[in-house]
Every structure is written in C-alpha cells, then in structure tokens.
C-alpha cells in the first residue's frame, strides 16, 4: 500500500483538506450571517430570501440543493442573536424583497425564528410571500 493510503487510514483530516480544496460552493453573496450582511447589500434587489437557522442550515443535507438555488440566504440563531427582528425589517423594508423562505428545526428555539420573520415583516409594511419550512431531526437534544 502506498504511503498516501496508508496516511488516508490514519489521517481522519486527510480526507477533509482533500474535500474542502475540491469543493465548488453554491453561495453567491457574502456574508451570509444575518448580524454581519449589509441591510442594502445589492443583492437583496429583487432577491427571494432565505431566512435559515444555523442549526436547519446545517443540518439540512441537501440545503444547497434545494433550499438555496435562486435565493438569498441568510443564517442566525433566534436564541443567541440579537436584533434579528430589526435587520429583518430593514432588509425587507430597504430592498424590493420578492419572498421570504424561513428554514428552521422542528425545536421550540427554531419556532421563534418564524415569528421573528412574521414581526419582521409586519414591521416593514411591506406585503411579501412568506414560506415557513420545518425540518425535524431524529436525535437527543442534550441541555448544557
């Protein structure tokens, strides 16, 4: 065996340098956390915008394959981040917003970030489509 495969069989990074070198990535914009994006970023002009937590972001394994084609996407936390509700309503009152798509867990932190969405664009006046999309993950949540 060459010394390449044997460093592969021992080396659990080898295989993710090799990925992350390969890797085309499918965002468009940047920053993508919704505490750090530009409010009047250009391309929130006509955008359909993607509201994902970072926990559904993350989880969701074929979130680029489905979720992020032809929109905006943008991550927070709706229990650590702060001020979610005011950059949404920005984001959305400052741009021509066409719709809004929320990602989030089936986790009673995740449900906030729907109602966030909700103020958000209650605040904004504007009227957009908004989509609320649930994901549910079989696993042991474990308190800190």
Request: aromatic letters at 6%.
């Amino acid at each position: 065996m060459s010394t390449e495969g044997i460093r592969a069989q021992i080396d659990p990074f080898g295989a993710a340098e090799r990925w992350a070198k390969g890797t085309k990535f499918e965002l468009q914009q940047w920053p993508i956390k919704l505490r750090k994006v530009p409010v009047n970023a250009p391309f929130f002009h006509k955008a359909h915008l993607l509201v994902a937590s970072d926990c559904a972001a993350l989880c969701h394994t074929q979130m680029h394959r489905y979720m992020t084609p032809g929109r905006i996407p943008v991550i927070c936390c709706p229990e650590v981040d702060y001020g979610t509700i005011e950059r949404l309503t920005k984001i959305i009152a400052f741009n021509d917003i066409r719709s809004v798509t929320v990602l989030c867990m089936n986790t009673a932190c995740c449900e906030e970030l729907a109602d966030q969405v909700q103020t958000a664009m209650r605040l904004s006046r504007k009227r957009v489509p908004v989509q609320i999309v649930s994901t549910f993950m079989d696993a042991e949540e474990i308190e800190s």
